[in-house]
């Protein structure tokens, strides 16, 4: 039940933030949404380090939504699980350094942020 209460907050916090951020840098449009969206849902078991793409998410979001972003992650266990998970496989790959966390995913794209932002 409890786990179902969490989900129920993290859906509800999912459809208030929808924040559109136009960059050529990251793929498709990218929200809040659908970089929480995308490490919620991530098949870790299946993640291949040698095709994707490791993107900022400074470069693609604005300081208040990643302060959203960072926020939800912290509350949600499904997600803060899976950004563990795949950022020690990032860290271990050489890809991220040991002061990134990975914070969405969308597509083949990994997006990080500082540990001190």
């Not at 949600?76 to 995913?105: F, Y």
């Given at each position: 039940m ?8 993290f ?15 990251a793929?498709?449009?990218?929200t ?9 849902t ?17 470069d693609?979001l604005?300081?208040a939504?990643?302060?959203?972003l ?16 795949l ?7 050489n ?15 990994f997006?990080v ?5």
């Amino acid at each position: 039940m409890k786990r179902l209460r969490y989900l129920a907050l993290f859906a509800a916090i999912l459809g208030s933030f929808v924040f559109a951020s136009a960059t050529a840098a990251a793929p498709k449009q990218t929200t809040v949404g659908t970089l929480l969206g995308g490490l919620i849902t991530v098949n870790v078991s299946n993640v291949n380090v040698e095709v994707i793409d490791v993107v900022d998410v400074s470069d693609v979001l604005n300081d208040a939504n990643i302060e959203i972003l960072n926020n939800v992650l912290n509350n949600s266990p499904i997600a803060s699980n899976n950004s563990e998970i795949l950022t020690n496989l990032l860290r271990d790959a050489n890809l991220i350094t040991d002061n990134q966390i990975v914070v969405g995913v969308l597509g083949g794209t990994f997006f990080v942020t500082d540990l001190a932002q």
